[in-house]
């Protein structure tokens, strides 16, 4: 199946809610799934990292953003065209609607309610084929507030099924989004599993474990994750692939949403026994759908006691794009504030050794926990200060 296809086929299992028995208001919609930062997601600039060894953690935030977004967003795209087009076979109260696609492809869109929940796959099959259609997505989902598209629920997207009734599609593995969204909170929990994209996007994402997301509208949130990245600095004349960790945190200070990613890498072309160290903070309310307004940051290797390895650290204040790139003993610690970091976040790690780098080891990449952050309903705050 083609991209095009694709995403004909996957906005069925949403579109299949909205007619006869099954009531629309019930399931997910893009927005339900959405990342949505304050400012959106956007295109990275340049190379990962920069020539000045910037870490650009907003724009590696703002491309992981986009990377889930679009997997998800495809599930949605021309819902009304494609329900509208067929009319759904009943069962007592479930539903069965089929289409054949003008791609050589037919679609089946199962929905049914299961207590509370409702439960729904999408099949695909070939025209020709005499088969029965192959699953390639499974959901449900179960109202939680009263309110149109909201709720608790799951969503699995088998690509490898995908893969083996069209060898043009060229993702591979599962992707499974555990979602809850009531009122202003939102958490979206994705796991992927043998995953690797069929493009060319500079997010590249590091393997298994689990991308959390999780805010509080108007009052802040979180996100973490990791990807395999080609980190400029140091050196990496063979463009290895280090793994990164990072986590970006987010809160509403006077009406302007500031945030703050900190990343730790290893691998690649950082020497066994170190660790690379960056943070950068922003403005996400100065900040354009395609560029983060980033104020400052600081980039570092570190050994296995903390100490900076020479020639680093890297910093630089950003504010007005009139700050001056520095290094070794020439970088130092701001003070806190809406033009550096917000101390909000916690204290800034020390340039030269390990003392308040963020506590990475509080933080588990490979479960379904959520990030502290301001304001956060449970009464969280950040976790690695």
């Not at 393997?207 to 395999?228: E, L, M």
């Not at 390895?309 to 630089?316: D, E, K, N, R, W």
Request: proline content about 8%; overall charge negative.
């Amino acid at each position: 199946m083609r991209k095009r296809s694709l995403a004909v086929v996957l906005s069925l299992a949403a579109a299949a809610c909205g007619r006869a028995q099954i009531d629309s208001a019930a399931l997910p919609t893009a927005a339900t799934l959405a990342l949505d930062l304050p400012a959106g997601g956007g295109q990275a600039v340049g190379g990962g990292g920069g020539p000045s060894c910037h870490p650009h953690l907003f724009e590696r935030t703002f491309l992981a953003v986009d990377f889930f977004n679009g997997l998800t967003g495809a599930v949605f795209l021309g819902i009304g065209a494609v329900i509208d087009t067929t009319k759904p076979t009943c069962t007592g109260k479930s539903c069965t609607w089929t289409l054949d696609g003008n791609d050589g492809f037919t679609y089946d869109v199962a929905v049914s309610p299961s207590g509370s929940a409702f439960d729904y796959t999408v099949g695909v099959a070939p025209k020709a084929a005499s088969a029965p259609p192959t699953q390639v997505v499974v959901g449900s989902v179960t109202p939680t507030d009263g309110l149109p598209h909201t709720g608790k629920g799951t969503m699995t997207f088998d690509f490898d099924a995908l893969a083996s009734i069209d060898p043009a599609f060229k993702s591979a593995g599962k992707m499974t989004v555990a979602f809850d969204v009531s009122g202003p909170n939102k958490v979206l929990d994705f796991t992927l599993t043998n995953f690797t994209p069929d493009s060319a996007s500079p997010f590249f994402p590091a393997g298994g474990g689990h991308y959390v997301f999780a805010r509080t509208q108007d009052v802040g949130g979180s996100f973490k994750f990791q990807q395999s990245v080609d980190l400029w600095c140091p050196v990496n004349a063979q463009n290895s692939q280090a793994t990164l960790q990072t986590v970006a945190v987010w809160s509403s200070i006077d009406g302007t949403f500031y945030g703050r990613a900190d990343s730790i890498a290893t691998g690649g072309q950082i020497p066994a026994g170190e660790a690379w160290v960056g943070l950068t903070c922003a403005n996400l309310t100065a900040s354009t759908s395609t560029t983060p307004d980033e104020l400052y940051w600081l980039m570092k290797d570190e050994d296995g006691s903390g100490n900076s390895v020479a020639p680093s650290p890297y910093c630089a204040n950003l504010t007005g794009q009139g700050g001056e790139d520095a290094f070794g003993a020439a970088c130092t610690v701001p003070a806190p504030g809406p033009t550096t970091c917000q101390s909000i976040f916690g204290p800034l790690p020390d340039a030269q050794d390990g003392k308040n780098d963020y506590a990475f080891a509080k933080v588990n990449f490979d479960d379904s926990s959520v990030v502290p952050y301001p304001g956060e309903p449970d009464g969280g705050a950040t976790d690695g200060g």
